[in-house]
């Protein structure tokens, strides 16, 4: 469970980042030692860690720097999302404005939920191949998290059935299905990824994405763009 603690003064200059000397914000912020949760940029699903949060905004802890996007959003693991422009960016960190005043208590709460916590799953383009029963079939993902994946496949797998699946991008990944509705079915890994694993796996093929829909980037922007991901 993280911890929280109400920031002022020096204290919250160094935890957003905000250089000595500037304006800081009048309402509280309040400090996260790590909250999971995932930032949308048109549409693409990048992994970041809360760091602190006020009523007006935040700041991210980054795996990569974020792509060009017209449209950004943060969403946490209990599904709630809110709408956010970006106001700066390092590489490791960003600072971000709701657009709409939030109500504090409930995004520290994250809803409340008495149940296990979730693990953050990201919607991701990348094709696989599946090895069952002696057949080797092509596989599409989902989504997929720390933990294991959704993925679509033409061949009919058995519950609780052990597959081998090679993507090019990520070392083999042996994992059992735990639920099926074909042609979608719900694999379990048997070794779970470690969230900046499965970060810097993810970043790469969202951003290339990106780059594709915006274009290439210009050199002559922030550092940020300039050293982006390359694709994979």
Same mark, same amino acid.
């Given at each position: 469970?993280?911890?929280?603690?109400?920031? @002022?003064?020096?204290?919250?200059?160094?935890?957003? /980042?905000?250089?000595?000397?500037?304006?800081?914000?009048? %309402?509280?912020?309040?400090?996260?030692?790590?909250?999971?949760?995932?930032?949308?940029? =048109?549409?693409? +699903?990048?992994?970041?860690?809360?760091?602190?949060? *006020?009523?007006?905004?935040?700041?991210?802890?980054?795996?990569?720097?974020?792509?060009?996007?017209?449209?950004?959003?943060?969403?946490?693991?209990?599904?709630? #999302?809110?709408?956010?422009?970006?106001?700066?960016?390092? +590489? =490791?960190?960003?600072?971000?404005?709701?657009?709409?005043?939030?109500?504090?208590?409930?995004?520290?709460? %994250?809803?409340?939920?008495?149940?296990?916590?979730?693990?953050?799953?990201? #919607?991701?383009?990348?094709?696989?191949?599946?090895?069952?029963?002696?057949?080797?079939?092509?596989?599409?993902?989902?989504?997929?998290?720390?933990?294991?994946?959704?993925?679509?496949? %033409?061949?009919?797998?058995?519950?609780?059935?052990?597959?081998?699946?090679?993507?090019?991008?990520?070392?083999?990944?042996?994992?059992?299905?735990?639920?099926? *509705?074909?042609?979608?079915?719900?694999?379990?890994?048997?070794?779970?990824?470690?969230?900046?694993?499965?970060? #810097?796996? @993810?970043?790469?093929?969202?951003?290339?994405?990106?780059?594709? +829909?915006?274009?290439?980037?210009?050199? *002559?922007? @922030?550092? /940020?763009?300039?050293?982006?991901?390359?694709?994979?």
């Amino acid at each position: 469970m993280a911890q929280e603690q109400e920031l @002022s003064g020096q204290s919250r200059q160094e935890q957003i /980042g905000a250089p000595p000397g500037s304006e800081l914000r009048s %309402e509280p912020r309040f400090a996260l030692l790590i909250r999971t949760a995932k930032i949308i940029a =048109d549409g693409r +699903e990048f992994l970041c860690i809360i760091r602190d949060v *006020s009523g007006s905004g935040l700041k991210i802890r980054l795996f990569s720097p974020l792509p060009p996007s017209r449209e950004l959003s943060i969403e946490q693991v209990n599904g709630d #999302r809110y709408p956010v422009d970006l106001v700066w960016q390092t +590489e =490791d960190y960003a600072g971000l404005r709701f657009r709409d005043e939030i109500a504090v208590e409930r995004l520290l709460d %994250e809803g409340g939920s008495t149940l296990p916590r979730k693990q953050v799953r990201l #919607r991701i383009a990348l094709d696989g191949v599946l090895h069952s029963g002696g057949e080797a079939v092509r596989i599409a993902f989902k989504d997929i998290s720390q933990q294991g994946a959704c993925v679509e496949s %033409e061949k009919w797998l058995l519950m609780n059935e052990l597959v081998r699946i090679e993507t090019g991008v990520t070392p083999p990944l042996y994992a059992k299905v735990r639920w099926r *509705s074909h042609p979608r079915y719900g694999l379990i890994f048997e070794h779970t990824f470690k969230l900046d694993e499965l970060a #810097r796996i @993810s970043a790469p093929l969202q951003f290339a994405e990106a780059l594709q +829909e915006h274009g290439p980037t210009q050199r *002559s922007g @922030s550092s /940020g763009e300039a050293s982006g991901p390359r694709p994979v």
